[in-house]
């Protein structure tokens, strides 16, 4: 037995039911739809923004700098590839606190973490790289890194029929240390991790994150962490003083050439011991963390920024939810595939 409707006045005509009906219907998807629009509307203007789309990139130059992004060859004795340090089952990193080149030298500064460094405004902790090219190129010719030069690299290079044939379709020229890290440069721009958990919350999905890691967010923000570490790479885009608020280099016990930062490109007083602030993109995976690798865990991390960057104490309640919040920022890298 069909019910009139509760709402409906028994004496309604049968035609305006079935109109009243539908404009309830209307009106109530219309309510829910502006309730989920307000949630996101909520969340706009944030500091921090969803990582950005993979525009159309060469497919054939993508697959060819993965190609050399893993090849031992680019090193002077065939044992130290990009992957080796950056290794992007590993966060894009190595985990070390050091790295190791050729020969076991090991290096004076930290890896930074190769995922989403495209967004960077520069490459290196001191900035020293204008472009991802530029990088590219640089522990090629490091002795202490990959100990090589372009021309024992390319002549390898073009032993390698396959190779060779793959590079003339990319590049007229073929193979030479331009077009080398135009195509590492090319696979580098499509390293970036989506479906972060947070980047999902600021599109508007508000269970995306636990209530822990909204709270992180908000202590993160009051702390003022945002003004170092916004945009979309939470980090990158700017550079700023190690120590601000208080003598790193004195308490870590150590003030060499690693550890000027900025100044050994500019010369500039200023820019002693300024470096480019770090993503936290991929934070949870990159331990150890600073350019001198002192921090062993993320916690520790978090502590001595509060200390030496904003001055502050941090207390013990206030970590966990910052740690848990720092956690949904990593996302996952996807083999580009358009």
Request: hydrophobic share 35%.
């Amino acid at each position: 037995m069909n019910r009139r409707p509760h709402f409906l006045p028994p004496t309604l005509p049968a035609q305006c039911q079935t109109k009243l009906i539908a404009l309830v219907l209307i009106v109530g998807i219309v309510l829910l739809g502006q309730s989920a629009m307000a949630d996101h509307v909520a969340l706009r203007g944030q500091p921090l923004l969803p990582l950005p789309k993979i525009e159309t990139i060469d497919l054939d130059k993508v697959r060819l700098g993965e190609l050399l992004f893993h090849d031992v060859r680019l090193s002077g004795n065939d044992t130290i590839s990009c992957a080796t340090c950056h290794d992007i089952t590993k966060g894009g990193a190595d985990g070390r606190k050091m790295p190791l080149g050729i020969d076991g030298t090991e290096g004076t500064i930290n890896t930074p973490t190769v995922f989403n460094s495209t967004l960077s405004l520069a490459q290196f902790w001191n900035g020293r790289a204008a472009s991802l090219e530029e990088q590219a190129a640089g522990p090629v010719h490091n002795p202490a890194e990959m100990g090589s030069n372009w021309s024992d690299v390319v002549q390898k290079l073009n032993l390698d029929a396959k190779l060779k044939a793959a590079f003339k379709k990319s590049y007229p020229d073929g193979i030479t240390g331009d077009t080398i890290v135009d195509a590492i440069a090319t696979f580098e721009r499509t390293l970036l991790t989506f479906d972060a958990p947070f980047d999902k919350y600021l599109q508007g999905d508000l269970t995306a994150i636990s209530e822990s890691a909204k709270k992180g967010y908000e202590l993160f923000q009051s702390y003022g962490c945002t003004s170092c570490h916004q945009g979309a790479n939470v980090g990158g885009n700017m550079y700023q003083t190690m120590g601000t608020m208080g003598d790193y280099f004195g308490d870590q016990g150590h003030d060499e050439a690693p550890d000027q930062g900025r100044y050994d490109v500019t010369g500039l007083e200023r820019d002693r011991h300024v470096f480019k602030v770090p993503s936290l993109r991929m934070v949870i995976h990159t331990a150890p963390y600073f350019h001198d690798g002192s921090a062993a865990t993320l916690e520790e991390a978090v502590r001595m920024m509060a200390k030496y960057q904003l001055g502050r104490e941090l207390p013990g309640q206030d970590l966990a939810p910052i740690i848990d919040f720092l956690k949904s920022l990593a996302g996952t890298y996807t083999r580009y595939n358009p």
